[in-house]
């Protein structure tokens, strides 16, 4: 006697519910055991007593003239006892030369590095950056970008300090202008999402990368490094890609206060912002590939949780309940852990936005990064 198989499609249901408990649960562990780490932060407004040692502050310039008239002088004015500003020109065709020429007239702590075009070699930022640390005559190296304005002018001074401690790396955070429009706001959230996330492991004792709009090292790990030799022909990644190689639970710091902030002029159109993000896709190949597999999950995790919970609600209205309730407690959970970290990341303005911001921003990365994962980089603007 024989019983009547039931229809694999009888159980969907009941594997789309668990499917979706498993991504929120992978959400959960973020939030809870990554994130809050940055949540609970206290943020130290105080600047130590002790000296500070002389630091090289290095820039590289492409045709910068109008964000090097408007910013640089901010970086020269500096309360700080004792630095010099490198800037490295990288072959500019339009008024860079000549506007640092004029300011190195007013400033001598600027040094200016020309470099002349090749006719058959193509520079990278990773080769710029090399020359202007080899140009440094300081061991304690900051970096920021020639379209980025300081907060304050105790940048220096907040950004330099973790050195006192022994480290060699110092994390710094860069958001950008706000504008109007929702791909402002969209730059904005992606940017603030990666400081959480980058910032969170560095102080869970896992630090993974940097960006140089902001970032600090000596120059002695650069060389003990060996510079960006491993990771040189990709033309991106001065700044992700040395930190993911060279930063430890030992050896690394961040540096979050305000008056720490390096503000940055963000892209204006989708096309070169799309242009911009694929340029960070092509690095993330080369980290290490534990950090590959905790931003893979995390990101996949995301996906697979809205496309879940849109599945869910098509295929049993009848238990909407279970997916609303899930999206709910996330979106609870995401305030809970979000509020301090976005207040001390200064755009408490975009915790309004988060329910939208949150879904085009997991939506946007990844297909991002599936087309431009493998893309050959031609510049590094």
């Not at 590289?60 to 800037?87: G, H, I, R, T, W």
């Not at 200016?112 to 005559?137: P, S, V």
Request: glycine fraction near 4%.
């Amino acid at each position: 006697m024989s019983f009547p198989e039931e229809p694999l499609f009888t159980y969907w249901p009941y594997l789309i519910v668990a499917a979706l408990g498993i991504t929120f649960f992978v959400q959960v562990y973020y939030l809870l055991f990554v994130y809050s780490k940055l949540s609970r932060y206290k943020l130290s407004e105080e600047l130590p007593d002790q000296a500070l040692p002389p630091i090289s502050v290095v820039i590289s310039a492409y045709n910068e003239q109008d964000n090097l008239k408007q910013f640089l002088p901010l970086v020269l004015e500096q309360d700080y006892p004792q630095f010099e500003v490198v800037v490295v020109n990288d072959c500019s065709d339009d008024e860079t030369p000549w506007i640092l020429r004029e300011l190195a007239s007013q400033h001598a702590h600027l040094k200016i590095i020309d470099i002349g075009e090749h006719i058959r070699l193509k520079h990278t930022k990773k080769f710029t950056i090399t020359i202007g640390i080899k140009a440094a005559k300081y061991e304690h190296l900051v970096f920021t970008d020639a379209d980025c304005e300081p907060a304050s002018n105790t940048w220096l001074k907040h950004m330099v300090t973790p050195f006192a401690a022994g480290n060699e790396i110092v994390l710094g955070y860069s958001p950008y202008f706000k504008y109007p429009g929702f791909l402002n706001k969209l730059i904005r959230f992606e940017t603030t999402h990666t400081a959480m996330t980058y910032l969170s492991y560095a102080l869970k004792g896992d630090p993974y990368m940097g960006v140089g709009r902001n970032l600090a090292y000596t120059k002695a790990l650069f060389y003990r490094g060996k510079g960006f030799n491993a990771h040189m022909h990709i033309k991106s990644g001065d700044d992700d890609l040395f930190v993911n190689q060279n930063a430890t639970s030992q050896n690394t710091a961040i540096c979050l206060s305000a008056e720490s902030h390096t503000y940055s002029v963000p892209k204006l159109t989708w096309k070169s912002y799309n242009k911009q993000k694929a340029r960070h896709a092509g690095a993330s190949v080369m980290y290490k590939p534990r950090h590959k597999w905790m931003l893979a999950t995390q990101l996949i995790s995301s996906i697979l949780f809205y496309l879940l919970l849109g599945t869910a609600l098509a295929v049993m209205p009848h238990w909407w309940f279970i997916p609303v309730g899930l999206y709910v407690l996330r979106l609870i959970l995401q305030y809970a852990v979000f509020t301090s970290s976005f207040k001390k990341l200064a755009v408490a303005d975009l915790l309004w936005w988060l329910p939208v911001l949150d879904i085009f921003f997991y939506f946007f990365i990844c297909l991002n990064g599936l087309f431009n994962r493998n893309k050959k980089q031609t510049s590094w603007k």
